[in-house]
C-alpha cells in the first residue's frame, strides 16, 4: 500500500510565500511524475504543476514565475514552493503521483489535501 501525505499548507496574507510538501511512503518501486492539484470551493481541481522523474518541469500559465516545484526522489518527497500569493488561490492543494510499486503495476495516488487560504 502507498499514501500520500501533504504538509505546510495554512494561513499567508496576499504576497507572502508558503512551502508544500508531500512524502510518498509505502511499497514503492519508483516514481514517475508527481503533481500539485489545487480546487477553490466551486470550482474544478486544476492542474498546478507537475515534475517528472528526471526533473523536468511544467506549470499552469497563472503561477508561471511565482511556484517551483521540485522533488527528493530519495525521500520519495515533492515540494511547491509558493511566492506572492494571491487571495484567489486560496483552495485545497492536493498532491498526485504516478507510482510503481514493488509488484511493478502501475497506480495513480492522490493525497487527502491541505487546505491554503490566503488573506488580503
Known sequence: QVQLVESG???VQAGG???LSCAASGSIFEINFMDW???APGKQRELVA???SGGSTSYAD????RFTITRDNIRHTVYLQMN???P?????YYCNA???VNTKSVYNYWGQGTQVTVSS
Open 37 to 39: 492539484y489545487r480546487q
Open 17 to 19: 510565500p508558503l512551502r
Open 50 to 52: 507537475s515534475i517528472t
Open 84 to 86: 506572492n500569493l494571491k
Open 9 to 11: 499548507g495554512g494561513l
Open 98 to 100: 504516478e507510482i510503481v
Open 62 to 65: 497563472s503561477v508561471k514565475g
Open 88 to 92: 484567489e488561490e486560496t483552495a485545497f
